[in-house]
């Protein structure tokens, strides 16, 4: 049941995120919109996500990542008002944002935003002048590298980091009380 849940979750994402980037598209956010730099953005980190780490480091990003996602849910959960289960959240999660860390569903907005991003020949050719990236990188940022090189270690360190390092402790540590 847990494998299916977690499946289930996994998929429902991916396809809820593909639908927002068509809708990102549509809103021409990837081709005018609000700021040209944001697509400009958003290629470049999934560019760095695809094609600059090791699976090693996506690996363990993606354990700290979840330690800290998993973390935030807890204190959400001890919160007794919205206010503490916004700042225990918000801070949190802040700190997996800004220290690099890896987690599953952002990437898969990030990179497949990315990946949309790459179609555009403007910002191609605005990736090669701003960042002196070759065409080869850049053609090294597709879909059998973003499901093989970063989502399939990133998905399994944060299972490792959410189950292992705060679900199990968690559990154990409150056996007593699921008896009963």
Not at 23 to 52: C, M, W, Y
Not at 105 to 124: E, F, K, R
Not at 142 to 162: C, E, H, Q, R, S
């Amino acid at each position: 049941q847990f494998i299916k849940n977690l499946v289930l979750v996994w998929v429902g994402n991916l396809l809820g995120i593909v639908v927002g980037i068509v809708l990102l598209t549509g809103a021409q956010l990837f081709t005018s919109g609000v700021s040209p730099d944001v697509a400009d953005s958003i290629r470049h980190l999934a560019e760095i996500k695809a094609n600059d780490l090791t699976t090693m480091q996506i690996f363990f990003r993606g354990i700290l990542c979840n330690i800290l996602v998993c973390a935030a849910v807890l204190m959400a959960m001890c919160a007794k008002d919205i206010t503490g289960k916004l700042l225990a959240s918000f801070f949190v999660i802040m700190l997996f944002v800004t220290g690099g860390f890896e987690h599953c569903v952002a990437n898969m907005y990030y990179i497949t935003a990315g990946l949309l991003a790459l179609s555009n020949p403007g910002y191609v050719e605005q990736a090669i002048q701003a960042y002196g990236f070759s065409v080869e990188y850049l053609e090294t940022l597709n879909v059998a590298n973003f499901l093989i090189k970063n989502l399939l270690p990133v998905t399994i360190g944060n299972i490792i980091g959410g189950a292992f390092f705060i679900g199990a402790p968690v559990y154990y540590l409150n056996c007593e009380k699921v008896k009963q």
